[in-house]
């Protein structure tokens, strides 16, 4: 058989796409409430001399630009693929998430260094305005949270600003602690602290997104789904006698992807293992985006001279190793 005939591609279950029009919606609201609130809660933040509040509008401000980044992904993620981009724009979600992770890191930075120089010097706080802030914001991030919520998670910004958010709800809160110290006992470095509180959690945020998308963009195998795991399995089916150039990678969120190469004994019905293959990967992994090359053992092209020789059967196809190889016997990885 041919490589060309033994190309197998799982086509069920592919959800190239979100569902937009309802996700924008949300995603839309919760943008509105979160700008709004942005734009008060600066202004207070000045008059009441409170570095904890300017911090949670610069965080809530990194969750604004996120869902603008997320409404423009999803725009540009529905269109068709064309020209050299043959996954489409998909990726463009991910780009955002990744400047989104940048954004958040950079803006703690500045945040903690202010938190710090107001600990060694801290300056005098309207505590009333704090507090009274602080909850009107606890109330705009549960509504947006409920927003983002109802959007579809399985999308890394969507996620991303849904995890912002949240992570929003308890800087808030310990801002409105924050705010009531210095209201009772006057303990101005009380609003310091609460910023550093909230740094650690834009820190946290960044460096996940920072992760997640980083891995992305060095093709690894998706989080839980282990390649050799997946390598062996293919290599145990009945009459499969090896796998190699085995490819698990994620093409966006939620579209994970493989690609391998499948030598079957001699004699084995190809279009029967690709088959029998492709329903196993999509039943025990969920992996529907596949791309299988079979051949037989016995009829690979000779081995070009000079090249460093694999295994016995799949030297001749493939010179050059792409990650350990999965046999039907003891496995070598």
């Known amino acids: ?125 309207t505590g009333w305005m704090v507090v009274a802030t602080a909850l009107v914001g606890i109330v705009v991030n549960l509504l947006a949270t409920w927003c983002l919520s109802k959007a579809n998670r399985s999308s890394l910004n969507v996620e991303g600003a849904y995890q912002h958010i949240l992570n929003d709800l308890f800087a808030f809160i310990g801002t409105a602690v924050a705010g009531f110290v210095v209201l009772v006992t006057g303990y101005a470095r009380a609003d310091a602290i609460a910023t550093l509180v909230v740094v650690g959690l834009m820190l946290k945020a960044g460096y996940g997104l920072l992760r997640d998308s980083g891995r992305i963009f060095l093709e690894a195998a998706p989080v839980g789904l282990d390649p050799d795991e997946v390598g062996d399995e293919l290599a145990a089916a009945e009459s499969v006698t ?52 079979i051949d037989h053992a016995d009829r690979l092209p000779p081995m070009p001279a000079g090249a460093h020789a694999l295994t016995s059967v799949s030297a001749g196809h493939c010179p050059t190793s792409h990650g350990p190889v999965h046999h039907d016997g003891p496995h070598e990885h």
């Open 1 to 125: 058989m041919s490589a060309a005939d033994a190309h197998g591609h799982g086509h069920a279950g592919h959800t190239h796409g979100v569902s937009a029009g309802a996700d924008r919606r949300w995603l839309s609201m919760a943008l509105a409430l979160i700008s709004v609130f942005i734009v008060v809660e600066t202004a207070i933040a000045v008059l009441a001399g409170s570095l904890a509040l300017l911090s949670d509008a610069a965080h809530m401000l990194t969750d604004a630009i996120s869902i603008v980044l997320a409404l423009v992904a999803m725009r540009l993620s529905t269109r068709p693929a064309r020209g050299g981009y043959t996954f489409g724009l998909k990726r463009a979600e991910i780009l955002s998430a990744h400047a989104n992770g940048l954004t958040l890191i950079l803006a703690a930075g500045w945040l903690g260094y202010e938190a710090v120089r107001r600990l060694l010097d801290p300056p005098e706080v």
């Open 242 to 293: 090896e796998v190699h150039d085995l490819h698990i990678w994620t093409i966006t969120s939620g579209e994970p992807a493989l690609s391998a190469h499948v030598l079957v004994e001699p004699g084995g019905d190809c279009h029967r293992v690709r088959r029998d293959l492709d329903r196993m990967l999509a039943e025990r992994h969920g992996l529907t985006h596949t791309t299988l090359q």
